[in-house]
Nanobody
């Protein structure tokens, strides 16, 4: 089992920045990729970004490319999402997720096995 705990959400005005963190515990050595997803009210959960735990290859949704940066600190078993130039449409609950070996840079929710509880990000106009 892998446990994931997110932090860093909050309220920010449009154009501002936030950094989300996600710390993994338990069988963290079994993680191959980690990702961020988000879900706005009334909408499906959508892919934001993913990173391979070893090597650090990354992929982003087009909607966040050039504004968000995903990164990880292997020594701390922690995943980050730096969000800059935030827009009201970025408002959502953000979830981190972990996947074992399988797809390279998975961007579908069903490819992930473990999920955090989510952290709210609210961007006001």
């Amino acid at each position: 089992q892998v446990q994931l705990v997110e932090s860093g959400g909050g309220w920010v005005q449009a154009g501002g920045s936030l950094r989300l963190s996600c710390t993994a515990s338990g069988r963290a050595f079994s993680i191959y990729s980690m990702g961020w997803f988000r879900q706005a009210p009334g909408k499906e959960r959508e892919f934001v970004a993913t990173i391979t735990w070893i090597g650090g290859s990354k992929d982003y949704a087009d909607s966040v490319k050039d504004r968000f940066t995903i990164d990880r600190d292997n020594a701390k078993n922690t995943l980050y999402l730096q969000m800059n130039s935030l827009k009201p449409e970025d408002t959502a609950v953000y979830y981190c997720a972990a996947a074992g070996p399988g797809s390279l840079l998975p961007n579908r929710a069903q490819e992930y096995t473990y999920w955090g509880q989510g952290t709210q990000v609210t961007v006001s106009s």
